[in-house]
């Protein structure tokens, strides 16, 4: 499945060049390319298909897509605020809402009326507003700039930015600002925020994810990945722009749209950066994401609560362990990274045909060198001790918190511009609603996690450490983990909420066992950010912009920039694909997932499906395969015809997809979507939502089939 | 730690080329080199270090020196049968012997007295006694053999030469065909077989494994990893060679051997094998264990007998896991591999330049060329399906027991000539005494091991795979995993030798559900071996040798074979090491041991240990570090002096040490041992074991420490 997932700190290097239309990827794959909405292929476009997408079509794809903040992608299907995502990007919303006695990850769940919907506990989802050009700005601020000043000054002018865009409001906007072309573009995005997301309608886990982990990233495909949402505004359904609904889907061959949000993509990165990706930190997240991944499935198997509580953890790992998996295999591939060599070596040879030239992009390549030398000798440490999301040292939610907690006390301390970038003035209101989470803590997988992440610290740093001795002293990783977890207050909200109103002063005074976990390696943990930041990342985004601006000049515009976690638009057909000389059709039907099942997990139908049988017609198309360039992130995005009408729901790639952070390969590298006749088919015959599936046809909450939305 | 552990499959593609003295491994790492005991490099001994083995010398230390089948180093240490190696090696004799109401692996064990010594249930030493030449004759046998017929005609050979070695006692004699140098010598190994082999002493396994995982393969180190064990014949105490024990220990920068059985090396490996080890090979093998390790470390937590039963298996994995993580850090490293490549370029360019050498060696990349094009496509379901130990789909001891059985029927069958390598006649009782091991089998471990593999098998080859829908038809890995276990009679001894003895007539009409599976698994196992020897390793010998006799055409003798699991002499120093400017000692000592204990797992000292602080000399040696060259399968190896008296123990290298499957690296690169005074000081003051003190200083049984039996 595509969804965001990215374990901590490995996409930190992700700071490359510009993309150009390289050796491969250019005339042989025209369907490449992630595109800003402000920089669509129009020419390409036209040329391929004869469609040119007028300015109010892409202003109302534009407003009608949007993103979970959690990381997937997610469309307005209705005018009343109706959303439509991938039930695994609902995934943590379903596990948190469940309890003892309803298991709505599991077993779904359909809302019983509009005034009924349940709040998901933690939810943002943003919905793009505008877009604007911040780069002579962004220029000027890192002007003459390296090193830890360089990390200042970008710090600083991003603050401001983005404090003046949010004016005030930061319960109503969200503001990012994005570097676009590895530098070579800053642009500033505004969002329209929700914090208000209820749940309407999930089906179970059997059909969202039949297959499973067999399956996933894998095509044919019998999934039904689908949860639909309701964005609240001041407490009613929000009102915006929407996809009206196709009930009768796409055409093999015919020409579709996705708009979402690719989380990242690395194509434009430096041949020595993928090495080290490969050799060094690819391995490394590999061995611990499988170990946690075997921790999590022996500790599922000690009971049905147990399995309950992990699910959604295991979901994520075992999710992004194939995404690795695909990764390790495609930077093998010789071939691949020599064709990236030649453009390097080429671009290069450009730079240095031409004193001006040297003179104005200097040696990019001499500014990396020494980065990646402090990145070899970092790396560990790093990832172990701070991480980009948590670090692997210290794993679950309550160390999470307590980290939270502790920093933001110090960051907030301090004048907006001097603060580390997760903690500006215009990104509190979603650590805020984190930790205001009701979401449950559960204290015998938190001590499992913490345990073994203690012990792997422990083990890759050594017991002769200095961090590892300051932290562990004279406990084992068991016992320090279950001391801390029977003895820590903040599984509970109300604790969370009243130390971070607390400030600095509640901090210090806190005697919560976690905090002082927090306290004790906040020190440490701030020494390796500085270091990563200021030796590691400072130096790969000069290079890369270096970079960024001769492949500028050498080539032209009419190129996509790597993806940021951005809206993104992206055009393709549907469309099968030759494996080994066996033809993959485009399309799956019902009657292949009867076939498909076995009656054990995870190829097990429920009741309802088994009983809608013989009420279907088994002919109607289910999933479905196209060539629209997507990565992680775009799951829940929106597969949209020519019209501007939603006619799939993205949720996954064939495995070929899974090469796609380093390259395209438009001959086998396929999305997988669910078709809207089959949404609308199982909404009706299986789960018997008429009034959800009459919402979708019409447009609106209480219409009906007959009364057409379709504009 | 340096056991011979290697999981399944791994280490299949290591016939490479002759080693000659390359770059990076000639005269600046002098120490360098697994020596076999008909070539020692007199010479360079007599320069560097004026001394110069006697004929009588290599003869003593020849058949002092042992090795234990499952993948040991050992030697004997009375004239009375007295044989020392690692408590690590014997982690299976004390998981064995132990039970509810002891466990000799955790608390350790001090036997009564020599009539009293347990059995290991399924133990085999082999003591050396001659090598002989064999390679004309198996020239003669593979001259113009190409592929299938190739490997055939290999099989066969062997089969005749060991027969006949073996001499109709196969009990009493075992006899190995050794491919040296690549092919480019084909040797004969004899050995006196032992397979009644008792438990004399071993210690707690705080004490032999403190530290555990976190200082594994790290130095400083405080272990006493030793168990003694006794050859039995005819049922009394074996009367052999022996190396008399020295209860000085070694000093610091003093000459020093190590004679035991280094595994397998992969230092003379063509550059394109190694690449796809790292990019193919190791990244599998490194995921499977990770996740197996995770799986076991939880199963671990539910209980003390959970942990009891899994702790063999746990210490084999995460052992390895340290191993791969070495290779992984050592094959990513560009100038060990630029090296390596340069120096096959020379070689290559070499043969080019002489139109006859040419025609004598022809072009032994182009015939490697395919060969890894094939293994790339049969590696993961040849692992998975047949693997070179086990298959990693099954994994477990039932259906290792019911493969056996089937394949046995099958192979038994057939004339000795035409049967695979592991089922010829003189290797049928190992086989057999591991079929008919009383080592209890853990049922629930078994579920838990046979449920992941299964899973794993899905999700490797695919749901829709030929193979996985034969065998786990309609059922989950975990549903036929527990039915497997439940239902399956392999447990018991008794019923696996009737079907041993059964023949193929039993297997056909047995109804065991493991046998049912190994039946069905057989012909696609089959297969996938076909192909695997005669695509993969037949080409690949035939390069390997090619390429070996150009290297000995070029560069002459005085060279060492990688190394082959045979018996290796291996000199050097008792030295420290500059670790980033900060000198090692050479040493640790007690007092050393005292200061690292937390008394927290696996930093935690048992009571006898605590109680013997205030009676032991804390200045007393305990582990020391040397620059003998040795790797995995030296555990257990005696260090001794120039007079053949032992001095220490080998039992794990430092964390350079890891490298040195595919180079040496004299600066850096130690082996690490316990010091001969530590362990007569440990039996003495904490075991209070003094006739066993008394039988190491006196060399027999009844001895007393006064009557020296220093030759």
Redesign the interface.
Known sequence: MRPGYRPNALRYGMLAALLVASPWASAAHAEEGMWTMDNLPVKQMQAQYGFTPSADWIKRVTQSSARLALGCSASFVSGDGLVMTNHHCANECLSELSGASHNYMQDGYTSAAQAREPKCPAMELDRLDTISDVTPRMNAALAGKHGADYTRAQQAAESSIEKSCVGGDATLWRCDVVTLYHGGRTALYRYRRYQDVRLVFAPDQNAAFF?G???NF?FPRYDLDVTFLRAYDNGHPAHTQFFPFDPAGPKDGQLVFTSGNPGSTSREEPVAQL?LLR??EL?ST???L??????????G??GASAAQDAQDEVFGVENS?KVY?GW?QTL?D?SMLAAKQKAEDSLRQWIDADPQRKNQYGDPWATLAPSLVAERRLFVPYVMLEGTRAPRGFAGDLFGYAKMLVRGAAERAKPDADRLSEYHDAKLPAIEAQLGSSAPVHPNLER?LL??SL?RL??SL???DAAVKTIL????P??MSTHLVNFTNLGDAKVRMQLWHGGQAAIDKSTDPMIVLARTVEPLARSLRDQWDNQVKAPQREASEALARARFARAGTSVYPDATFTQRLSYGTVKGWDENGHQVPAFTRFSGLYDRA??????KLTKPWLAAKSKLDLDTPFDFASTNDIIGGNSGSPVIDAKGHAVGLIFDGNIHSLGGDFTYDGSQNRAVSVDTTALLAALKTVYRNQALADELVSGHLGGHAGAAGKS
Chains 1, 2 share one sequence.
């Not at 002293?473 to 084992?476: A, E, L, T």
Request: net charge negative; no cysteine; proline share 8%.
């Open positions: 297959g982990d067999p399956d894998n090495q050799d060094l391995p590999y061995g611990y499988s170990t946690l991944d075997g921790i999590l499935w022996e500790y198997r000690t362990l998996t390790l093998a010789p499992t345990a073994f012990t422990r083990q050594g017991a002769d002293g004279k406990q084992s068991e016992e076995t009656g054990s997990d995870p190829f």
